[in-house]
């Protein structure tokens, strides 16, 4: 009774939310923004792993990314809308609507191929972005502050309500793709992952398995790029840039692909990195982070999620049932 | 209207070779290694530094002003000699065989590395070395006025290009080379020793994204971040081009090179999204490159 | 054009060449509802090729092939299974980092029309029918082995029964018994055979063991050259004078009668 409770996705994933929200009241509050920074990257994350577990990888996710903190923030600026919890939701579905439309160009190509169209995507975005003067050219522009239904936190609590609201998200997010992954479509991804000519010859279509995927990470992207430009307060080119496409990767094979919780351990670990080396060591915290991500690949190349992947994950290897 | 014509020609030209002598390198090592080098925008750019460090060290001695050509060769060697054993057999050989995309990471952190070594040796300030770039002195068509130099730049991609070609399909390491692109396994067996090919190979990259840092030295500030741009501009070459493939090289890099000189000229604003424009087409349309290999069949 | 005879299967005037190989010459199969057939022929004859141009892998140059009267020749191989024709591979596909279980729960999931995304996939019905289908094939004792792990013979089964999830209404096994020990094959065949007594099967497979061939089909198929030199019941074809000479070699074969 007790062990079911314990493997149930709801409660590990609502004992979790809880415990995060409650720190936040004690850690400083330059952490709160870290943390509220790495979930923005970890939802990116998620959604490059869950197009890993159908056997993709994106190298351009800098291009939802984009989109959806170019929506939310150009919301904010011309229609006065500051929600921030809606933001979050229409990035969401703006950007899916775009994965979903692109996706079936995509989904045609496997490996380094899709790798590289979808960073070209990326840099025909930043290409623009950074041509367009109304929205800021490479400058970009400021976002206004956020509401929550209706009401402007003081600025002394405004890092942390956006930093619940962005564990809520996080939370809810992670708990529907537990149940995907879980799912026989989550388990025919990846299968698609080992061997996508014998899936079709199965009689299930690898194609529609990567529109799909492709679409939930163009959602999650958009979605994390509206929650780092809010809590940054402003948006530029450089979210569509190759290299923040390439921290999502770094991200993603971190945290491997078995293990939703990983992915945002693994953004808090590149954030941390990153605060702390550019904190004190300002003119070397890229090969800082270089340094750092040879290292994992070397010792770690199944990603930190291999690590308790019996505690948390769902379809993982010799698991027995 | 003529005199526009030649102009965009020849731009597109000399912007092309550019771009071929920077691509060429990470087309030969993704032939052989399959490694999708992103690191090679980095050794472009210390190729650069150290041209922009040995060049005035050159010119103080009073050696006739012709030999900078040589120094530029020794800066792009000494580079390649430094980085090759470090990176391909202290870190990339341990990833061979493993997933393209990983490896493509694994090249993304040391360039992020060489990024700051660059920082560290040289610091933050610009370096100017224009001199050789006057060697040459300049060239009149008609009203149209050229820098020696650059369209020299024509000729050492037409060097580097069939010499390599020449070295791969005309020599016996050539051919071993040759064999390790087509079966590194059965090559492997017949007892070429691969690391070694491998290790050659990505010497030559090296060498050659070293060489095109040194030859691009005089046209510009050698600055922190000259690096980032080269990454993706080599890439788009070899995208349109085919992975892999010299002569697609030749190609991508004369699509990108007309259509940006034709920007330049015709639609300004384009400029630096054309090349995106052209790799976004390319992917499209013959996702594989112009130049794609064939498949075998898998069951 | 329409094949209106009541063939399930039928292959017509199939050509197909890979540069100057010559995979399939003017072949033209017509297969019968429950037939066992066996297509045998040298490496190179034409089977595999014959097979991979059925399940849609391969489009023949010219020719056209139908399944219960149907135009099935550009179909691709999703479609195709879709309407009922299933195959098994002479190097088995599966899927090496999961379990023998999780591998039928692929093939489980595939045969489904929908599927719920927030249900799991180990439902109570979906183990009991994969324990089921493990039982028909003697692998419970691999259930939940990395199939990586897994010797030659148990991967084959595996493969098959994957293909048989769907309940096809024909089953093309590529040389159900290559790659497999001596001392394995008939254990292997009898298992085979046993778990597909009760379908209403139709069973094309390469084989090159002739003593197989004989024992577990009624119908053979001879291939050379990519051209079909004999088809009709194992004695005649067995001692068909080109199949002597082009396949079974100067060996002595005795039909069984």
Redesign the interface.
């Known amino acids: 009774m007790l062990r079911n409770l314990l493997n149930n996705i709801i409660f590990q994933s609502v004992f979790l939310m809880t415990t995060l929200i409650l720190m936040g009241i004690f850690i400083p509050n330059w952490l709160v923004f870290v943390v509220t920074k790495a979930i923005a990257y970890g939802l990116v994350g998620l959604g490059i792993i869950t197009l890993m577990r159908g056997g993709l ?1 994106s ?1 351009g996710q800098g291009f939802v990314f984009g989109i959806g903190g170019y929506s939310a923030g150009l919301l904010g600026v011309h229609a006065g809308l500051t929600d921030a919890i809606l933001l979050l939701f229409i990035s969401f579905i703006v950007t899916g609507l775009v994965g979903l439309i692109i996706a079936p ?1 995509l989904a ?2 496997r ?3 899709f ?3 979808s ?3 990326s ?2 975005l ?3 972005l ?2 367009i003067d109304a929205i800021g050219g490479s400058d970009g522009f400021v976002l206004p502050e956020s509401t929550y239904f209706g009401i402007k936190p003081t600025t002394d609590y405004a890092d942390y309500v956006l930093y619940v609201v962005s564990i809520l998200v996080a939370g809810f997010v992670s708990i529907l793709l537990r ?2 992954y ?7 991804a ?2 698609v992952r ?2 996508e ?9 690898a194609f529609k398995v990567a529109v799909l995927n492709f679409t939930i990470a163009a959602g999650l992207g958009g979605m994390g790029g509206a929650l780092n430009g809010i809590a940054l307060g402003h948006i530029d080119p450089e979210f569509t840039y ?2 923040t496409s ?1 921290e999502f ?2 991200i993603s ?1 971190l945290a491997g692909y078995l293990s939703v919780p990983a992915v945002f351990l693994a953004a808090l670990l590149l954030e941390l990195v990153r605060s702390f080396s550019g904190r004190y060591f300002p ?5 800082i ?3 750092f ?2 290292l994992s ?2 010792f770690i ?1 199944s990603g930190i999620g291999s690590f308790f992947k019996n505690f948390f994950d769902t ?1 993982s ?5 | 209207m003529i005199d526009e014509i030649l102009t965009i020609i020849l731009d597109g030209a000399i912007y092309a070779s550019w771009l071929f002598i920077v691509a060429l390198g990470l087309t030969f090592v993704f032939g052989v290694l399959k490694i999708l080098n992103i690191a090679h925008g980095g050794i472009y750019a210390l190729g650069a530094y150290s041209t922009a460090t040995l060049a005035p060290i050159f010119y103080s001695l009073g050696m006739p002003e012709q030999f900078v050509v040589l120094t530029m060769l020794i800066s792009a060697l000494a580079v390649a000699i430094v980085i090759t054993p470090i990176m391909e057999r202290g870190i990339l050989r341990r990833f061979y065989g493993q997933d393209e995309v990983l490896i493509v990471l694994v090249t993304y952190a040391i360039y992020l590395v060489l990024e700051d070594v660059q920082k560290l040796i040289w610091g933050m300030n610009s370096l100017y070395v224009s001199e050789p770039r006057e060697l040459l002195g300049a060239l009149e068509f008609g009203s149209l006025y050229y820098v020696g130099y650059d369209l020299a730049l024509i000729g050492l991609a037409i060097f580097c290009g069939l010499t390599l070609w020449f070295v791969l399909n005309k020599t016996q390491s050539g051919k071993i080379v040759l064999a390790v692109i087509n079966n590194p396994e059965i090559s492997g067996c017949m007892g070429v020793n691969i690391n070694k090919v491998y290790l050659a190979a990505f010497f030559v990259g090296a060498f050659l994204a070293a060489l095109s840092g040194s030859f691009t030295a005089p046209l510009i500030s050698v600055q922190v971040g000259i690096s980032v741009a080269v990454v993706i501009e080599s890439f788009a070459v070899v995208i349109i081009g085919g992975l892999g493939s010299i002569p697609g090289a030749v190609i991508g890099a004369l699509i990108i090179g007309m259509a940006r000189a034709a920007c330049v000229h015709k639609l300004p604003e384009a400029e630096i999204f054309i090349m995106y424009f052209c790799m976004a087409g390319m992917l499209i349309f013959k996702p594989k490159g112009l130049f794609e290999g064939v498949q075998a069949r898998k069951i | 054009m329409l094949d209106i005879s009541n063939n399930l299967l039928s292959a017509k005037n199939i050509n197909k060449s890979f540069g100057a190989v010559i995979a399939a010459n003017d072949v033209n199969i017509d297969i019968q509802k429950g037939e066992k057939v066996s297509l045998i022929g040298s490496n190179g004859a034409g089977k595999t090729t014959f097979m991979n141009m059925v399940t849609g892998y391969l489009k023949p140059d010219t020719g056209n092939i139908y399944f219960k009267g149907e135009e099935i020749t550009k179909l691709n191989p999703r479609i195709i299974t879709q309407k009922g024709i299933s195959r098994s591979f002479q190097i088995p596909q599966i899927f090496e980092p999961m379990s023998a279980w999780e591998n039928l729960l692929v093939a489980l999931g595939t045969s489904k029309q929908k599927n719920s995304f927030f249900k799991d996939a180990r439902s109570k019905n979906n183990a009991r029918y994969i324990d089921e289908m493990l039982e028909r094939f003697s692998l419970n004792e691999f259930a939940h082995r990395q199939v990586s792990e897994l010797p030659g013979g148990v991967r084959k089964l595996l493969d098959i029964a994957m293909a048989l999830v769907r309940k096809p209404d024909i089953l093309l096994l590529d040389e159900p018994t290559s790659g497999v020990g001596a001392e394995e094959k008939y254990p292997l065949m009898n298992t085979l055979a046993k778990a597909l007594s009760g379908e209403d099967l139709t069973v094309i497979f390469v084989e090159h063991d002739m003593d197989i061939v004989q024992n577990y089909s009624d119908r053979i198929i001879a291939f050379y050259q990519g051209a079909v030199i004999a088809d009709g019941n194992n004695q005649d074809v067995l001692n068909d004078k080109k199949v002597k000479e082009y396949v079974t070699g100067k060996t002595q074969v005795k039909a069984k009668s």
């Open positions: 990888v190298f160009l045609r190509y490996d380094i191929f790798a590289m169209l960073l070209a995507f840099m025909v930043y290409g623009i950074i041509k149940y995907y879980n799912s026989t479509p989550g388990l025919i990846l299968a080992e061997n000519l014998r899936v079709e010859y199965l009689g299930s279509s190759w290299t390439g990767v770094f094979i003119d070397t915290w890229q090969l982070l270089g340094v991500l040879i690949i070397i190349p379809f290897k010799n698991k027995k049932s």
